[in-house]
């Protein structure tokens, strides 16, 4: 079982930046890929940004050039850098971990934190 629990959310100011913690009950070496979602209200939850265990990553068009991932594997910690923010990036952002396990992939999710910015 992965753990995770997201902190840094809060309200800002259009083109103002935030940015979200998410520390993992496990080493971070033991996971295969973290990533960021989030869901606004009344669409589907997307993929926002992720990092695998080598570093490589991954972001959505809508926030290429604005936000950065990274992971810190001493701390167990994935953060996002959210800078020039905008008010479509209003949404609850929840982190996930991908583990694999043989054949199988485990996904985990944290509770989730809000994200709202005012224009």
């Known amino acids: 079982q992965v753990q995770l629990v997201e902190s840094g959310g809060g309200l800002v100011q259009a083109g103002r930046s935030l940015r979200l913690s998410c520390a993992a009950s496990v080493s971070m070496l033991s996971i295969n890929i973290m990533g960021w979602y989030r869901q606004a209200p009344g669409k589907q939850r997307e993929l926002v940004a992720a990092?695998?265990?080598?570093?490589?990553?991954n972001y959505a068009d809508s926030v290429k050039g604005r936000f950065t991932i990274s992971r810190d594997n001493a701390e167990n910690t994935v953060y996002l850098q959210m800078n020039s923010l905008k008010p479509e990036d209003t949404a609850v952002y929840y982190c996930?971990?991908?583990?694999?396990?043989?054949?199988?992939?485990?996904?985990?999710w944290g509770q989730g934190t809000q994200v709202t910015v005012s224009s």
């Open positions: 990092v695998t265990k080598s570093g490589d990553t």
């Open positions: 996930k971990a991908a583990r694999l396990a043989g054949l199988t992939v485990y996904d985990y």
